[in-house]
């Protein structure tokens, strides 16, 4: 087999359940394309990503990359009562939750992304946070944080600022890629979130 056959077979074979990858014809058309917001009023949090991987953006739902650790975090954390998949992402809704991009342009790597890029998805989110009014924005990735919102020493956890009136917390990026956080690390940040947007006294001053 030629290894451009083998490569489209491979990616053809690591979607999910009786759904198929994208081929890589599918993934190089994929580059600059927008993934649609899973956003409402009044939500409990909006999980904001950098921006989405070709994978994500070739089957349009959030975090579709096999591997990437979001879905399995955001269950062990508690915020879903099952293993949610990229298709199931509408019933986030129902539960308070949504996900967002700062920067709503597909890219091979975040690192294809320049610093205007960041700072005008910073304006972006601020208005969508604004308009819609969650209790809490997670911005997934300490990195895409620091340069988004010109915050060179942030870290992981609760921040100080608030982005439109909602509290702001950064959680590490859990993409597969990234080894800095193994999933028990990764479980405990989205679990601290949960924690605190859901105590009586959050509810009441959000």
Known sequence: MRPSCYFALRLR????????????????????????DVIAPGLRVLFCGINPGLYT??????????????????????FTPRLLSPYDERELLALGLGVTNIVNYATASADELDIEQLHRGARRLASL????????????????????????????????????GAAVWVLPNPSGRTAGYQMPALVRAFRALRTSIDTPDARRHP
Request: aromatic share 6%; charged share 25%.
């Open 57 to 78: 953006a070739a089957i349009g739902h959030h975090f579709g990359r096999p591997g990437n650790r979001f879905w399995p975090a955001l269950h062990r954390a508690g």
């Open 13 to 36: 074979s690591s979607g999910t359940p009786n759904r198929p990858g994208p081929t890589r014809a599918q993934l190089e058309a994929a580059h600059g394309k927008r993934v649609r």
């Open 129 to 164: 946070v604004r308009r819609h009014r969650p209790r809490a924005v997670a911005i997934l990735g300490v990195g895409a944080y620091r340069g988004a919102f010109a915050r060179p020493r942030a870290k992981v956890g609760r921040q100080e600022e608030r982005i439109g």
